[in-house]
Structures are given as structure tokens and as C-alpha cells.
């Protein structure tokens, strides 16, 4: 990989600094803390708030923006999704700065000398790491993108999604202001998944911390995130790392890569295969390790993107893709003070307390 010149638009997940993070929203800097730390996640960088400011500041894009989104009436759902289009629309129509769109082609091009490697280009709000809202899943995201012009028109699609009617009915009805939140775009090596999913650290539906809850299915993990597939679905004893529990179900089609096409389909699953595991019990107690690994790391119950990359064929080939704060059960009211666990939620306390991320290399 060559080396791209410096520009307040890039920033290398690999090389960012704790001064960076605030330029790279919740995603991109959850990524480069990540790296830091020492776990495994696919290379790329985030293309900063400062492009998508510099974006909208062409022309007076920005002002005409806001006259849109303050006449908008969230309860006026039709007007709503006809005002959001138009934003929308109004952003991809207008031309990258040139010192913007030459900073993500030499970016690229840095990744991939032939200019063809497949990357994934994510939205990464600033406001995907406010404690009290959540933004998980209202932007966008492109899986195999290849060449420096599709790169640059889905970082503008990126810019552009976040004002789908859903995000600017979410801000209005928590009191975020339109030009409060600001974008970067994650560009990211695109992982050939054998297979893919989440993986919480604790049980989703009752809230118990003592259980890592994985869904998994074969090839890409959008399915998953996004459930249109029902994913085979495993819980792993947190402080023994056994699998106690294990659901595997019929599975009748995986998100793959078209190589030729360059994009991502949807392929019938084989019938020999369908009721097969997607992941060994190795794969899974290696998932469970890298959540767990992760938890620790960034303070508190996390809601991990993974997959199994089969270009990593040498070991597990767990890769991290996002990691975020869990937002429903890590907000319930804490023990009062002076209370205390006994049995195996003492044992949970201690070991969930968090720790120097240096400590934590290996996972």
C-alpha cells in the first residue's frame, strides 16, 4: 500500500489520533480506536467532517438546506419524505469540491495501487456516539464499491443519506438540530465473508450480562443487521466461554460478492447446506472472545459487526467491523450505591470493569 499525501479530508483509521476522532464520527473513530488496541479490523480510512462541511458550503448548499428542513412538519409524513428527497437530490446533484474529490481518489488509489480493490464506504454520524440517542442504521452504507469514481459518488451518497426522512424525523423529536450532526464516511477494505453477524454482549432479550448472544448467518452480514434472514443464533457463558445454548435454522440465501458485476447479490443457498452451521464452535467461541475483548476495551456492553474474512485463511479469521455501545439495557438504572452482587454477578462486576485498552492486544 503507497502512501497518500496528508489533507484535513482523509484520516487513516490506522493513524488517527485521539485529536482526530472528533472529525471522524461514532463509526470511523470506534474503528480507529479498535486498531489501536490491537484488534484485527479490515484497513481504510474516514473521509473527515471537514469534506462534508466543505461539500455543503459550495454555492450556498447549506443555507438552502436549512430553509428546507426548518419548514419541514415531521407530523406531515408525505411532505416530510417529498422535503427529505429533495435534500437529498440537492446534494448529489452538486459537484465535490475539487480539493475534496482529488483527496478521496489519491486515498483510494493509496489502498489500491490498480484502483479496483473492493471497498465497503459507510456513514459515520457525530452523533452515533451520543450517550442518550441512537443512531445505528439511519444512514447509509454501500458494500463493494470498486474505482476511485464510484468511491467519491457513494461518499456523496453517504453525505446525502443523512437527511432521509427517517434521521430528520429521529433529530427533530430529540431536539438535535439539523446542522448539529455532521458526516464522515468510512472507506473500508471489503471483507469476502464466508459468513457474518452481531454478536452482543449481553442477552438482548433479558439484559443478562453473564451471556455473549451471536447471530450468524453465511456470507455478509447486512441480512443479519438488517433481519430480512432469521440467522442461526448461539449464547456463550461469558466468564467459562462455553456455548450453552445453540439455534441453528434453514437458511435459504447469503449476500455474496459478484465479482464481474462488482456489487453484492443475494444467492439461493445450495440444499446440502441450508440447515448446516454457519460458523464452527471454534468460530464462535473466537466471535465470543473478540466481543468480549471489545467490551472491556470500550467500557460497557457492546453490540459488535463481525465476520469470518476468507482471505484470512491461516487461523478463526475474525475480523471486527463496527463496535457500539448497547442502547436499551445499558440504561437502566444502576444498583444503588453502597449495594452489592454476590455469586456470579460479583464475578461479572470485577471482570467487566474497564481496563487500559494497552492491555488488551490480543484477541
Known sequence: MSEAPPS????????????????MGGKCSSLARMIKAGVRVPPGFAVTTDAYVRHLGEGGLAARIAEIIDAI?????????RDALRVREMIAASATPPDVEAAIRSAYLAMSAGGDLPVAVRSSATA???PDASFAGQQDTYLWVVGADEVVDKVKACWASLFNARAISYRAKNNIGATDVLMSVGVQKMVDAYAAGVAMTLDPITGDRTKIVIDSAFGLGEPVVSGEITPDNFAVEKVMMTIAKRRVVEKDFELVADRQARKTVERVIEPERRTLSSLSDAQVLAVAKLAKSLERMMGGPQDVEWAIDRDLPEDDGVVALQSRPETIWSRKPKAAPGSFSTGIEGVLGALLTPINANANKQI
Open 8 to 23: 484535513p479530508y482523509i484520516v487513516s483509521f490506522a493513524e488517527a489520533s485521539d485529536a482526530d476522532h472528533v472529525r
Open 73 to 81: 412538519s415531521v407530523e406531515k409524513v408525505d411532505d416530510e419524505a
Open 128 to 130: 452515533e456516539d451520543m
